[in-house]
């Protein structure tokens, strides 16, 4: 149980060092959302697939969840209520 809280700690600490080190290269908030404006479109891409793919995963994962609970057999989840 130490270790585990040990390596919470670290990954903690490493995080606001992060952050802290990452406060300095952005000053404003155009420079923090949209990088500068100097990201190209292919890392934009990107980022908005990983971005659709996780919501899409985190839904879908929710959805199994609920078909194996038995709410269809119910008709739908209101029935459980």
Same mark, same amino acid.
């Given at each position: 149980?130490?270790?585990?809280? !040990?390596? !919470?700690?670290?990954?903690?600490?490493?995080?606001?060092?992060?952050?802290?080190?990452?406060?300095?290269?952005?000053?404003?908030?155009?420079?923090?959302?949209?990088?500068?404006?100097?990201?190209?479109?292919?890392?934009?891409?990107?980022?908005?697939?990983?971005?659709?793919?996780?919501?899409?995963?985190? !839904?879908?994962?929710?959805?199994?969840?609920?078909?194996?609970?038995?709410?269809?057999?119910?008709?739908?989840?209101?029935?459980?209520?």
């Amino acid at each position: 149980m130490l270790v585990k809280i !040990i390596f !919470i700690v670290l990954f903690f600490a490493a995080m606001v060092a992060v952050g802290l080190v990452s406060r300095k290269s952005s000053t404003s908030l155009d420079k923090f959302v949209l990088g500068g404006r100097a990201v190209g479109p292919w890392l934009t891409a990107f980022s908005f697939g990983t971005s659709y793919f996780s919501a899409v995963i985190f !839904i879908g994962y929710a959805g199994r969840f609920g078909w194996n609970l038995a709410w269809p057999q119910h008709g739908s989840a209101w029935a459980m209520l």
